[in-house]
Every structure is written in structure tokens, then in C-alpha cells.
């Protein structure tokens, strides 16, 4: 019998959608493929300069142990942006000029296009390349195969949306009353603070009838905590496990992520797997998936305008159950696991 051809994952650990892609990676392709996995580094805590040590001495202690890995026959470097993509330039160097193995680039990151507009001539150089040396650069929507093709050549890159087990969620499609969900780290990026002033705004607003459930921890807890506490349909559930998050996303009508930068998240596509409508912001590979007859968008940071989104779907849970059921079709038809461990695979067997 052939061997399984050895594919080595590289990527960091406990940071958020790129952990949790590199797990569901592992277990969709372990049974085609010999998968080891590289995250002897993970996302260090602290603040200033604490943090800045933390995080070169996580990123040398990786780099040290990388060369002692048993050779594999192709490398799969997960990154994000700035200081993600600096350490992932050594894997990806390395494993072209010295292991001379295919290399295949997966580009995550809220911010990775304005990192690529950067003004600076080393980093551009940089970017130029580890561009040059891989084989294959997966993005996640068309919006960076446009931004990403300027450096790597069209040939190069790869389409491949984020993606989640559609079995792993069992949709209700709640509307009496209407369940409004926001799982995610509770920080300002994420919108946490527009959609606590949205709750307030619906609160004193007559006729609406609805409960609001949010999972997460980060700075923004506090005032979670409290505005659940002014509100009787208001939960604030902390930190939450997997399969608690599953659950709730499942009993929910409305996954609310009002965001200011984005990738494609994975939370998103949770919340459309457990049939939910979305509201969301127009960022990133987003306009991409959420259309008029999947959810609403509205401006990042504009409290008032997500309200009206939310208060829209409260008024309107025909409309909204009709958008989570939406959702939950296009996961099964595009977004599951399954579709994307056969294009990893495929673009594997060509780039070896």
C-alpha cells in the first residue's frame, strides 16, 4: 500500500478562529493524510511591554525547535498579519529552501490588507519573498484573492472560505420571543459596545419582545455583566465550552457580530449553521456571504442604525427565521468541512 503523503500543519495556538480551523483541519484530513501539527506557540497575555517580551520569546522558542521537526512532504504555514506573518516567514522559508518541501500560504486576519499597504521597503520586501517562495496562498474570499494576487501571481492563490460541521448544530428557529445571540471575545473590535447601547435602545422601545443571550470574556465584560442585570432578558453567560456555544447558537433566531474588521469569522458561519439570521457589518469577505436574503448589514460603530436591524427582525421573526433557514442551507452546500478537507486535498496532490 502507499504511504500517506505527511502534511505538517503550522499555526499558532489559543487564538480564537485560526486555532479552532487548524483543530477541525487535523480531524477532516487525518484519515487521508499522515497530519502533525506544529503549535508549540500560542497568543501570549499581558499588555505593553510585558506582552511585546511574551511574544518574541514565544516566537524564538518556536523558531529554535521548527528545524527539528522530521521532514514532511508539505507544509501548510497558517498567518495572520504583521507579527504573525513575520514568524510564519521563517516556516515558510524554511521549509522551501531547506526542507524543499511545497508550501502552501493560508492567509487569515482581520487586517491583513492594510498590511499589505504598508509604506515600509523591508517589509515589503518581506511579503515579496515569502510570496515568491510558496506554492499555493489559500485566502478567503475574492476580495483578498484580488489583494493577495498583486504580490503572489493569480495562478497561486486559492479561494477557500472558512468553514463548520453542519451536524454539530441542530437549529430551532426560536421566534416567542425572538432570541438575539452575540458569542465572541468581548472586545471593541468585535462591536461589543454598539450591540450593549442596541440592547438599551430595544429595551425602551414599546412593543418589542425579545431575549438577548451573549457568550464571551474581555475588557467589555463588566458592562455585559451589568446590562444583564438592569434586564430580565438579558443573559450574560461568560466564558463559554464548545459544545455550550453550539447549543446556544442553535436556540438562537439572530447572530448579532457588528464587527469593524474582519477576515471571513467563523463565528459568523457558526451562527449561520445553527440557523440564524445574521446582522453583521459590510467588512472584510463578509458582503461576500451575508446577502439581502441571508441577514442585514450595517455601518461598523453605528449603535443607533444596528437598533433599527435588530428592532426590524424583533418586529419580524417570519423574516428572520426565513434567513436562518437560508443559512443553514448555504453551510451544508458550502461552508461545511467536508467541501473544504476535498479542496485542501486536491490542491495537496497538485502542488506535490
Keep these: 500500500m502507499k504511504p500517506k503523503q505527511t502534511l505538517l500543519i503550522v499555526g499558532p495556538k489559543g487564538t480564537g478562529g485560526i486555532d479552532r480551523y487548524i483543530t477541525e483541519q487535523r480531524r477532516y484530513l487525518e484519515d487521508r493524510m499522515d497530519v502533525r501539527v506544529y503549535t508549540r506557540y500560542t497568543a501570549p497575555k499581558g499588555e505593553g511591554l510585558e506582552l511585546a517580551a511574551r511574544m518574541l520569546l514565544s516566537s524564538l522558542i518556536a523558531v529554535v525547535l521548527f528545524p527539528f521537526q522530521r521532514r514532511p512532504d508539505i507544509v501548510h504555514v497558517h498567518s495572520s498579519h504583521t507579527y504573525s506573518f513575520y514568524r510564519a516567514a521563517f516556516f515558510t522559508l524554511f521549509s522551501k529552501y531547506v526542507w524543499r518541501v511545497p508550501v502552501v500560504l493560508h492567509i487569515h486576519g482581520s487586517s491583513f490588507d492594510d498590511f499589505l499597504a504598508t509604506d515600509s521597503r523591508v517589509v515589503r520586501r518581506l511579503q515579496s519573498l515569502v510570496f515568491d517562495a510558496v506554492d499555493d496562498v489559500v485566502v478567503l474570499s475574492e476580495y483578498w484573492r484580488g489583494l493577495v494576487s498583486r504580490l503572489a501571481g493569480e495562478e497561486k492563490v486559492h479561494v477557500m472560505a472558512n468553514a463548520v460541521e453542519p451536524a454539530e448544530y441542530d437549529p430551532t428557529y426560536p421566534t ?177
Design 176 to 352: 416567542d420571543p425572538v432570541h438575539l445571540v452575540f458569542v465572541s471575545n468581548l472586545i471593541e473590535r468585535k462591536g461589543i459596545r454598539e450591540f450593549l447601547d442596541a440592547i438599551e435602545i430595544l429595551e425602551s422601545t414599546p412593543g418589542l419582545d425579545f431575549e438577548v443571550s451573549i457568550g464571551g470574556r474581555g475588557p467589555h465584560a463588566d458592562r455585559a455583566e451589568a446590562v444583564a442585570a438592569a434586564h430580565d432578558n438579558v443573559s450574560y453567560l461568560g466564558f463559554l465550552s464548545e459544545e455550550d456555544k453550539r447549543n446556544l447558537i442553535s436556540r438562537g433566531t439572530v447572530f448579532v457580530l457588528p464587527t469593524y474588521a474582519e477576515g471571513l469569522p467563523i463565528a459568523m458561519l457558526e451562527g449561520m449553521a445553527g440557523g440564524n439570521a445574521i446582522v453583521t457589518t459590510p467588512v472584510g469577505s463578509i458582503p461576500e456571504v451575508i446577502t439581502d436574503d441571508r441577514g442585514i448589514l450595517v455601518a461598523p460603530g453605528d449603535a443607533e442604525e444596528l437598533a433599527r436591524a435588530l428592532a426590524r427582525l424583533v418586529s419580524n421573526p417570519e423574516e428572520a427565521v426565513r434567513m436562518g433557514q437560508t443559512n443553514r442551507v448555504a453551510i451544508e452546500e458550502r461552508y461545511s468541512w467536508q467541501s473544504n478537507a476535498d479542496e485542501l486535498v486536491a490542491m495537496y496532490a497538485e502542488a506535490a
